[in-house]
């Protein structure tokens, strides 16, 4: 039962996640005049595909590369 309820847990995190990163990328698209189509269907197959990106030391690296100080700040 434990392991459902964990998979379910992480699944709803993901698809909350990926809803949100969606709802950013139309907002972009609508309300920026400079990016185009093609950053918007970047943008949002990227909101889909972020979870990948951490099970790879580059794509945690790259991930969480804007929440870390930086040196001499």
């Known amino acids: 039962m434990i392991p459902y309820l964990v998979s379910t847990s992480a699944l709803r995190v993901w698809l909350a996640i990926a809803i949100l990163l969606a709802i950013i990328a139309v907002g972009d698209l609508v309300f920026s005049p400079e990016h185009s189509f093609k950053a918007f269907a970047k943008r949002l197959l990227l909101s889909a595909l972020w979870p990948l ?15 870390r100080p930086t040196q001499g700040v």
Not at 53 to 64: E, H, P
């Open 53 to 67: 990106a951490l099970f790879t030391a580059a794509g945690r690296k790259t991930l969480f590369k804007g929440f």
